[in-house]
């Protein structure tokens, strides 16, 4: 099986940079994805990383490390509207199926 | 386009009773995804339909049944509901880059 592990809660304020740390123990890899969830909405896709690197979407950025089974999504330029739940997934195997992250809730503070 | 439509938006059941959630892709997307989410939780995979034609169960498939009733269609169906499946449901469909695309979900009691 796979399990993911991310922080429960980060706290920030306008303007400044978060990063969002998942670390996976998976049988196999092929992606790691990311998702972001506003309170009673459905969750959004943000990115997805086959490769090491990072991957620059706007003010979010994604990376991975298959080395170190680890990834990151950063927030820069915070912004009230990116208060949400921000969920990892990863694809461990050649079929369909993600597996997900418990979460890690964003507060945007003024 | 409509994207990824779900019915019903909210639904009340007694235990014992049993429901139909309806599924909808616009997208000519092959992969179709069943979720449930509680709360401060993340998503966990009930059923999968990789492609019409097939379904496949995923973590938490007990006490559910699936439809994939053609390509844009695919239903979850509760046949005895429990106070243990008052949840968010959320279908999903997957694009070709691996994206879920994710519907406005089912919000379910069982009293």
New interface residues.
């Given amino acids: 099986g796979q399990s993911l592990e991310q922080p429960s809660e980060v706290t920030a304020v306008e303007g400044a940079i978060v990063q969002i740390n998942c670390t996976y123990q998976t049988s196999g890899f092929y992606?790691l994805?990311w998702?972001q969830q506003h309170d009673g909405?459905?969750?959004?896709?943000l990115s997805?990383n086959a490769l090491d690197g990072l991957e620059e979407t706007g003010r979010f950025s994604s990376f991975l490390s298959r080395s170190d089974s680890y990834g990151y999504l950063l927030l820069q330029e915070l912004q009230m509207k990116d208060s949400a739940s921000y969920?990892c997934?990863v694809?461990g195997s050649n079929?369909?199926?993600?597996?997900?992250?418990?979460?890690t809730t964003v507060t945007v503070r003024a | 386009n409509a994207g990824v439509t779900q019915t019903p938006k909210f639904q009340v059941l007694k235990t014992g009773q049993s429901m139909t959630l309806q599924c909808a892709q616009d997208m000519n997307h092959n992969?179709m995804?069943w979720?449930r989410q509680d709360p401060?939780?993340?998503?966990?995979?009930i059923y999968?339909s990789?492609s019409e034609g097939t379904t496949d169960k995923?973590?938490v498939p007990n006490g559910y049944n699936v439809s994939r009733l053609n390509k844009r269609e695919f239903s979850l169906r509760l046949e005895s509901a429990a106070p243990s499946q008052t949840s968010v449901y959320?279908c999903a469909s997957?694009g070709i880059?691996?994206?879920?695309?994710?519907?406005?979900?089912t919000r379910l009691t069982v009293t």
């Fill in positions: 992606g994805s998702y909405g459905a969750p959004t896709f997805y969920f997934a694809r079929d369909y199926k993600l597996s997900f992250g418990a979460g | 992969s995804y979720y401060g939780m993340g998503l966990r995979l999968y990789a995923g973590e959320f997957q880059s691996y994206e879920q695309y994710f519907g406005p979900g």
